[in-house]
């Protein structure tokens, strides 16, 4: 069920970060062919759009301990689609600063992944490679990383009741346009996820009522972890090919859920 739960939380993100930057693309016309990289030919038989998510995880533990991670995701699908699991495909080998990704298929897959943590920096100026196939034109693509920043630990609560609900409040974000969406996760303290809601902005409250969250009385008098996920992302034409980059957070903090 952990998996299940986990890998439906992957499929969602999927399509949040994509829709997020469509429309945030609709306002903005700007388009580079060049960003220090190879674009490639771009000719496919039909029109292709990659989306390329790097995460980078800051974890506050209780005691004020930090702890950072990264992971990367890639899907491939035509344009015009949804990036949901049945719509994407493989477009041959794929690399992040010379590091293969793996691709995984299946139900709620078909993508390439670190397969967990990252083993290359990607806070400097990183890589995406693509070897190609019959379908797929090999590229390459250059680009430095626009992370969010976050400062606002300290504005969600230590404890919550689960009879009054859970009520994250946003702030204290950088390098995040209001405009652009954020979504707010909740988990267990086995890492499957509870509750997961989205908002525009960089300041507001998320609520989490009970019936929000799943299996919320059995995970009372225990830790939970909320993740506050904000995402900056940009796109790059080339023939009929359109690639979007997103660099999507994730400041997650371990607080108490009482009954």
């Not at 806070?123 to 196939?133: E, I, K, M, P």
Request: charged share 5%; glycine share 8%.
């Amino acid at each position: 069920m952990k998996n299940k739960l986990n890998n439906v939380k992957i499929a969602m993100a999927l399509v949040f970060v994509f829709v997020s930057a469509c429309q945030k693309k609709s306002n903005n016309s700007t388009t580079s062919t060049g960003a220090g990289g190879n674009g490639g030919s771009g000719n496919t038989s039909t029109p292709i759009t990659w989306q390329i998510i790097l995460t980078k995880t800051q974890t506050q533990l209780p005691g004020n301990t930090i702890i950072n991670d990264s992971s990367a995701l890639v899907t491939l699908f035509n344009t015009g689609a949804i990036p949901t699991p049945s719509n994407c495909f493989f477009g041959g080998n794929f690399s992040l600063n010379n590091t293969p990704l793996s691709y995984t298929s299946g139900q709620y897959n078909n993508c390439y992944s670190s397969n967990g943590s990252l083993s290359v920096n990607i806070s400097q100026t990183s890589t995406v490679s693509c070897v190609g196939n019959t379908t797929v034109s090999a590229f390459t693509q250059t680009f430095m990383p626009n992370f969010p920043i976050y400062s606002g630990y300290n504005l969600i609560a230590d404890t919550f009741s689960l009879a009054s609900g859970v009520t994250v409040a946003i702030g204290g974000l950088s390098n995040f346009p209001s405009n652009n969406a954020l979504s707010v996760s909740i988990y267990n303290n086995y890492g499957s996820i509870m509750g997961y809601k989205t908002m525009s902005g960089s300041t507001g409250t998320l609520s989490f009522l009970s019936s929000d969250l799943i299996g919320a009385a059995s995970n009372t008098n225990k830790p939970i972890t909320i993740s506050i996920e904000p995402v900056n992302f940009f796109y790059f034409n080339f023939g009929n090919q359109t690639r979007y980059i997103s660099f999507m957070a994730s400041f997650k903090k371990t607080v108490y859920l009482k009954p």
